[in-house]
């Protein structure tokens, strides 16, 4: 009989005879039932299908046989013996119809309870060898293994256990076979076929997970044994791996415990080209899911052996026995051990430590520079990501770093780059224990705190250069101009990396174990900072980044020091030694500051300049005047030789005034006298006509104390302010000089206008013979300021004309209707003089400018104006409540 | 329009991080139109980055430990600087922002309100001073969102102690009184709204030394206490135990970490006031509406 | 050719309990198109006798005067070529009209057995009338055979004696041969060696497997082994095929069971080989180490024993077959020998 050309034609003649089957079953005529169905069947000999294809026959006629089946049953042995059905079956002339009848019939016939099932189920296995083309062969043992499925004999377990190994190992030969059809360029095809069966070979040993049950000693000694020899010998890469694979998957995990030899050894007499990282991963997972189900339970996973030994054992053997084997195949089982052992025993980090060890080994012997396509293996290796289970805390990388020497040694093999990417990941988990997550991290000995430095040296010391800086600031938009700005006012430039050692400093001094005695945590604390400065100072210029956070770090000491001194009760010997630390601390602090001046020069000087000034505040408000007195000089040393910017000058010196200004504990020694002079002085000297008379002015508050709440000073209550009014007016007037003769006549006025806010401050604030700012004074200066302003306008009204004029003219407009120009631009001064322009929409920033920007000179010209006016109606509005405002005229 | 008022973040130097709350908080709406940084928020990546994810319309102002210059965009070369103070416009309102470490004397509202005339604006955000802080001078609002981070500040330390969350009775009392001596001598006005819940938003000039000075007794009662405790064992050892837990707030100085945003409808402004206490975040409500 | 000379008389044979007899049915080779046309004959074995009774029925109202009515039974063997190599080989017939063959073209060569006598004498038949005949005890040499040039045929003759053409009636019958059972098949052989004189390298006296290697240098090499050399009718013939090498790419392959007819007189054998059956073993192509079963059951196919005579034996053989993907052929015959026994 031969079969169909086609596809469609086979799927015709199967579904044809299939109904003539049914028909002949209905009408007992079973001899014609049987040549239908054999007839249907023989298209099953059809070659040249694909897999999908012939499943969709397969399917089809399986079905059928299924009804065929039943018949034949039920009516066994009133219309037919089976036994005699069996051996009619056979007389069919091709081999494939016969097989499946035969399988059909003797299937049926073990339904029966007089049945010789042994002997049958044995036969129809022997005669199945007869069918020896790949995919037909593995369909009519599917066949046979889905017909047999619910009829092996109960209780006979080895029997049942044999007969499905002897399936499967027919199988898997078939399955292998399929390879090596068809001509060599169909190779691909293939594999891509193969793997659309492998679906069926892998049933095989569910079946038998399903018949061995629970019972090891079988498994172990019977069953394992005969499948790991068959895939060890079919020397088949996708069989051996798919097969493992399965293996893993379907027995049960206690099984695997107690064979996980055989396993791992099984995957020593691999081919060369199975990846038995992914067999051992799969292994790992099982093992590991074990843990996890176990816990799901409640119950504790016992078991007998150290996994992780075995594993061990494992690696080193296939590392000798594999030398082949490449980074890519070996790391990645380098991992999956790790993970076994960070599940299993995750306390027992030595277990790491001898991973990491050994991996070390392996890049050192691999002799060159890692490829880059390998370096992701151990990344994956030393931050431990991909691990789902493994909570990768702060607390984890902390443990592995103190404990696990190796991962240093790893770490030290990888390329700077890669080593920087590492280290910026542990950072970020270690910081991460800074937000309220519930980690904690303590870093319990100096040691361990070196240890973690020595770990993140490469990145203290790493260089930011024009090439590495790029990535990490473009994400964000913000990107540095790479070129380092050596001016006072230099800008930042961002860097991530350096950002998160700074962050470190904070999280390790709060980090420490906790001690009874106070002062002993002072000073574990202080001995942590100190290694911090002395391993960040490694990283030369990048003290800039990191120094501020130590000094910070050393101010926060000082004023917990002091707050323990002044709040307890404490011994002679304890204060002093607070006292002491308080004074230490300080010369550390200012050695940070020098340090940073002088490895980063010119680019920090401002920041060292304030860090200065607050060191000394801090050190005033601890009434330690000297100390305090001292930093403030040192803030004018810098400030005189090295801060030449203008606008940083300004700045810096009004910061310089605000500061001196809350301070309380230097007017011994005229400490405060000689600062304010300098300051003042300084103040007059500024280049800029216009920043002298501000800073002047401001300066008329150093002679003017205002109350600290928080100290307990209060306005009315308070005698003892330092106060002195004369020199307040004195400020005054100079800057009043200095206005006048500022050439900028906007400028000029605007100055007045601020120095009579200034007034207006003082009048407020007391009596005029306190402050000697007197009513007439105020209408001086307001008399004075309206002239100028009268002037002022002047100019104005000719320049408007002009420029409006010539404006209209750029705009081809005529002028006939000027009143209605676009509306006014407007601006403001700053209180540093630039220029402001208020937008005009909702949101957009301002445009400011230090320079006049004669274009808009009107507008310009209306600054001092309108700030006049607004001045004046705060005078007025100060009538209501303030009687002695009634006096000033505006 | 939601305007975000972050100060004094002082990322890395002295904190290393915002509040995850915050965070939180901000992260998911996508309504913040401007954010203002109002000085020392732009030497950590992290931060800025963040800030630029919660608004992309992003204006700053120089702290005293800001660089002049930004760090140059990425499409031009040229460098923007960090202005001392600069005014944008919301709604009707102009607002004035100014980090505050060139205003002198430090924080003080007289020397605030005559910035804010001088800028002619209707609203002053200020910072500098790691305290958030709400008042209306003269008609004109004036916010210090404190510090988004809380961190340490080298003024004179501002602590809240617990006691100052005590009773609200007697808190009001106080700012009733305070609120009288300012009317007497007529520097400031009352927020016409919201008082009573508005705790932030006086300068805590009289209760704060009282609680200064409660506070030390109580730490010395309590210490009395242990002694009691330890007398029978230890009883010729050193009667000091030198165990005093500090809380980090006294240390660093400051308020607990807060920040504001301002919900500008028209001549409407309310701002709303975040504060990060012990591990939730409060909010507080004060509604400014502008003069003509 | 009775058509137009219609018979006067009808003559009937009928055998004793031919109802309730065994019958085979046997291809009819005259009508070679007609597939379906088969003869059912009654079965008789070695020394049974065969009786029976002759009627002979006259046409109404007619007379037949015959010379006397003869019952013969007669084993003939028949041929259609005597000479292998002669083209224009059927040299002398016999008259067709006697001929008790079934096929037409052959012609018989030996009557090994001729009995008869006399049913009646010399007369006038005028009405119908029965005769009983019987042949007791007889012995008959050959198995009956119906084969492409040789059958071996028996029939009952039933001769009227006329003056002009005799009136004859042939009632054929069929004849198995049964080996004695409680003779071991090898006896048999041997028996049969020596009758033969022949000598067979294939076929083995022991009674174990018959194992043939066989193969194609550096190509095919492969074991194939059944489990005897002799078979009844109606066993199964179980084996092996072992693939030892195999550099095939093979299609599928066969077991084939050949009969082989040899007739004529010696040395100009005239051979026929018919394959009897026809069975796909194997599907694909096997690698080194596969063992292939076989198990063919000969009792469900019309098989002819193994025989031998002067004129003619009939020798079976296994044959297997391979063919590969290219449709090529290569096959192996082996000597088997088929016995009947009951």
């Known amino acids: 009989m031969s079969y169909s050309e086609t596809l469609e034609q086979a799927l015709i003649v199967v579904r044809q005879q299939a109904v003539l089957m049914q028909r002949c079953i209905q009408q007992r005529k079973l001899m014609d039932a049987l040549k239908h169905a054999s007839m249907m069947l023989t298209e099953l000999r059809k070659p040249d299908l694909s897999p999908k294809q012939y499943y969709e026959l397969y399917i089809m006629i399986f079905d059928s046989l299924s009804l065929l089946s039943s018949y034949l049953t039920d009516n066994h042995p009133k219309l037919h013996h089976l036994a005699d059905l069996y051996e009619l079956v056979q007389y069919a002339g091709n081999v494939v119809p016969r097989l499946y009848l035969m399988i059909t019939v003797g299937t049926s016939y073990l339904k029966c309870a007089d049945s010789p099932r042994e002997e049958i189920l044995k036969d129809m296995i022997e005669m199945c060898r007869g069918v020896q083309n790949p995919m037909r062969g593995l369909f009519l043992r599917y066949y046979l293994s889905q017909r047999t499925k619910q009829l092996l004999p109960e209780n006979a377990i080895e029997f049942n256990a044999n007969f499905v190994i002897t399936n499967f190992i027919e199988m898997n030969k078939l399955w292998v076979r399929l390879q090596h059809q068809g001509p060599l360029r169909e190779r691909e095809q293939r594999t891509k076929e193969r793997k659309e069966l492998q679906i069926l070979i892998g049933s095989q040993l569910v079946r038998l997970s399903q018949i061995v049950d629970d019972n090891l000693v079988i498994y172990r000694d019977n069953i394992l044994p005969v499948i790991l020899e068959q895939v060890v010998q079919c020397r088949d890469v996708v069989s051996q791996e798919y097969l493992l694979d399965i293996v893993c998957q379907v027995f049960p995990d206690e099984f695997h415990l107690s064979t996980l030899d055989s396993l791992l050894e099984s995957t020593l007499h691999m081919h060369p080209d199975v990846s038995i990282n992914k067999n051992v991963l799969t292994l790992i997972d099982r093992l590991n899911g074990y843990i996890d189900r176990k816990e799901q339970e409640q119950e504790t996973a016992q078991v007998d052996s150290d996994l992780f030994k075995v594993f061990w054992n494992y690696l080193k053997t296939l590392n000798e026995e594999r030398p082949d084997l490449s980074l890519q195949q070996f790391v990645p089982l380098i991992e999956s051990i790790m993970a076994l052992s960070l599940r299993w025993y995750p306390d027992n980090l030595s277990n790491l430590n001898a991973l990491y060890g050994f991996t070390a080994q392996k890049c050192k012997d691999y002799g060159k520079a890692i490829p880059q396509s390998a370096e992701y293996l151990f990344v994956n290796l030393l931050i431990l990501q991909n691990f789902e289970y493994v909570k990768r805390s702060a607390a984890l990388f902390y443990n592995i770093i103190s404990q696990c020497e190796s991962f240093r040694e790893l770490l030290s093999l990888q390329n700077v780059p890669l080593q920087k990417s590492i280290i910026n990941t542990i950072l970020d988990t270690l910081l991460s224990t800074s937000t309220e997550n519930g980690d904690v991290l303590v870093i319990d000995s100096k040691t361990n705190l070196e240890n973690l430095l020595s770990v993140m040296e490469p990145l203290i010391r790493f260089r930011v250069t024009a090439t590495t800086r790029r990535p990490s600031n473009s994400a964000l938009g913000l990107s540095d101009d790479p070129t380092e700005d050596e001016e006072g006012n230099g800008s930042w430039v961002l860097d991530p990396s350096q950002e998160k050692l700074a962050k470190f400093c904070h999280l390790a001094v709060r980090s420490l174990p906790k001690e009874s005695k106070q002062y002993r945590n002072v000073e574990n604390q202080v001995e942590y900072l100190l290694l911090l400065k002395n391993w960040y100072y490694k990283g030369g210029k990048n003290i800039k980044y990191t120094y501020p956070a130590i000094i910070t770090n050393f101010w926060k000491l000082i004023r917990k020091s002091h707050l323990l001194k002044s709040r307890q009760k404490l011994t002679k010997e304890t204060e002093n030694n607070y006292s002491n630390m308080i004074k230490q601390l300080f010369k550390y602090a200012s050695r940070c500051i020098n340090d940073l001046f002088n490895v980063c020069g010119s680019s920090v000087i401002d920041t060292v300049y304030k860090l200065n000034i607050q060191s000394a505040s801090l050190a005033d408000q601890l009434s330690l005047g000297e100390i305090a007195y001292d930093f403030f000089s040192q803030a004018f040393t810098v400030f005189e030789e090295s801060l030449s910017d203008l606008n940083t000058q300004f700045q810096a010196l009004v910061y310089m005034m605000q500061s001196l200004q809350k301070t309380r504990s230097l007017y011994q020694e005229n400490y405060y006298d000689s600062l304010i002079v300098r300051c003042?002085?300084?103040?007059?000297?500024?280049?800029?006509?216009?920043?002298?008379?501000?800073?002047?002015?401001?300066?008329?508050h150093l002679w003017w104390a205002t109350e600290i709440a928080v100290i307990g000073e209060e306005e009315g209550t308070t005698t003892d302010f330092y106060r002195e009014g004369k020199r307040v007016l004195e400020c005054l007037q100079r800057s009043l000089r200095v206005a006048d003769s500022t050439m900028d006549n906007i400028q000029s006025c605007q100055l007045m206008i601020e120095i009579l806010n200034r007034c207006l401050y003082y009048f407020i604030h007391g009596d005029e013979h306190d402050t000697h700012v007197s009513v007439k004074y105020i209408n001086g200066l307001i008399e004075l300021i309206k002239t100028n302003l009268k002037s002022l306008k002047l100019e104005e009204q000719v320049s408007e004309q002009q420029q409006s004029a010539t404006r209209l003219q750029d705009l081809h407009i005529d002028d006939q209707d000027t009143t209605e120009l676009p509306s006014r631009k407007k601006f403001v001064m700053g209180l540093d003089g630039t220029y402001i322009e208020i937008p005009r929409t909702n949101g957009t920033p301002a445009s400011i400018s230090n320079k006049l920007n004669s274009v808009y000179i009107n507008e310009m010209i209306h600054i001092p104006l309108e700030h006049f006016d607004r001045t004046c109606e705060y005078i007025v509005n100060q009538r209501e409540i303030d009687d002695r405002f009634k006096v000033i005229v505006v | 329009m939601l305007v975000l008022a972050l100060s004094d973040a002082h990322i890395p130097d002295r904190a290393i991080d915002l509040p995850l709350k915050f965070k939180k908080l901000l992260g998911v709406s996508n309504k913040i139109s401007q954010a203002i940084l109002l000085g020392n928020c732009t030497k950590s990546y992290e931060f800025l980055k963040f800030v630029n994810d919660v608004s992309s319309n992003v204006v700053i102002v120089r702290g005293e430990y800001d660089n002049g210059l930004l760090p140059a965009s990425k499409h031009s070369r040229t460098r923007e600087s960090i202005p001392i103070n600069t005014v944008v416009k919301q709604g009707d309102f102009k607002i004035g922002c100014c980090s505050g470490y060139t205003v002198v004397p430090k924080s003080d509202p007289l020397s605030l309100l005559a910035l804010a005339r001088q800028l002619d604006v209707d609203i002053l955000l200020w910072g500098g001073t790691h305290n958030v802080e709400a008042f209306t001078l003269e008609g004109k609002f004036f916010v210090n969102p404190g510090s988004c981070t809380g961190v340490f500040n080298t003024d004179w330390p501002f602590s809240i102690e617990d006691e100052d969350k005590q009773e609200d009775t007697e808190k009001k009392k106080d700012q009733n009184e305070e609120t009288n001596q300012n009317q007497e001598t007529g520097q400031h006005q009352d927020i016409k709204e919201e008082d009573d819940q508005n705790k932030q938003n006086q300068n805590q000039e009289n209760q704060n030394q009282n609680q200064e000075n409660q506070k030390l007794e109580e730490s010395n009662v309590d210490h009395s206490q242990d002694k009691d405790e330890h007398k029978d064992e230890d009883e010729d050892e050193e009667p000091v135990e030198d165990d005093l837990e500090l809380p980090e707030l006294d240390i660093d100085g400051s308020n607990t970490p807060s920040f504001c945003l301002l919900d500008i409808q028209g001549s409407t402004c309310t701002l709303y006031i975040y504060i990060y206490i012990d591990g939730e975040v409060k909010v507080d409500k004060v509604v400014y509406q502008k003069e003509d | 050719m009775s058509l137009f000379f219609k018979s006067p008389l009808d003559i009937e044979v009928l055998l004793d309990g031919e109802e309730s007899r065994k019958h085979v049915e046997v291809p009819n080779n005259t009508a070679s198109d007609t597939k379906a046309l088969r003869d059912r004959l009654p079965l008789y074995e070695d020394g049974e006798s065969i009786s029976g009774i002759v009627t002979l029925r006259v046409k109404e109202g007619k007379r037949v005067e015959h010379l006397g009515v003869k019952v013969s039974v007669i084993g003939s063997i028949d041929m259609i070529r005597t000479h292998g190599n002669g083209n224009g080989g059927s040299s002398k017939r016999l008259t067709n009209s006697s001929s008790g063959l079934s096929d037409a073209r052959k012609n018989s060569v030996e009557q090994f057995l001729c009995f008869s006598y006399d049913l009646c004498p010399a007369g006038e038949l005028q009405h119908s009338q029965s005769y009983n005949f019987m042949f007791k005890d007889l012995a008959k040499r050959h198995e009956s055979y119906r084969g492409k040039n040789v059958d071996v045929s028996y029939y009952v003759k039933v001769t009227v004696i006329r003056k002009a053409a005799d009136?004859?009636?042939?009632?054929?019958f069929w004849v198995y041969l049964y080996n004695n059972v409680s003779l071991p098949p090898t006896s048999v052989v041997n028996q049969r060696q020596i009758e033969n004189g022949e000598e067979n390298g294939l076929v083995r006296n022991e009674p174990k497997p018959v194992k043939l290697d066989i193969g194609i240098?550096?190509?095919?090499?492969?074991?194939?082994?059944?489990?005897?050399?002799?078979?009844?009718?109606?066993?199964?013939?179980?084996?092996?095929?072992?693939?030892?090498?195999?550099?095939?790419?093979?299609?599928?392959?066969?077991?084939?069971?050949?009969?082989?007819?040899?007739s004529g007189l010696q040395p100009s054998n005239y051979l026929i080989d018919s394959t009897v059956i026809r069975y796909e073993i194997m599907?694909?192509?096997?690698?080194?180490?596969?063992?292939?079963?076989?198990?063919?059951?000969?009792?469900?196919?019309?098989?002819?024993?193994?025989?031998?005579?002067?004129y003619f034996n009939i020798k079976n053989y296994l044959s297997l077959v391979i063919i590969d993907e290219d449709g090529r052929r290569y096959f192996k015959q082996s000597e088997i020998v088929l016995y009947r026994s009951r």
């Open chain 3, 167 to 172: 009136i004859t009636k042939l009632k054929k």
């Open chain 1, 680 to 700: 003042t002085l300084h103040g007059s000297r500024l280049l800029r006509k216009q920043d002298q008379c501000r800073a002047v002015y401001l300066c008329s």
């Open chain 3, 283 to 310: 599907d694909g192509s096997p690698v080194k180490g596969d063992t292939i079963p076989i198990r063919l059951f000969l009792g469900g196919y019309e098989l002819t024993p193994d025989m031998s005579c002067n």
């Open chain 3, 217 to 262: 240098e550096n190509c095919l090499h492969i074991e194939f082994e059944y489990s005897k050399s002799q078979y009844s009718l109606k066993e199964v013939i179980v084996g092996r095929i072992y693939f030892l090498l195999t550099r095939l790419k093979i299609k599928h392959m066969e077991l084939s069971l050949i009969a082989r007819e040899s």
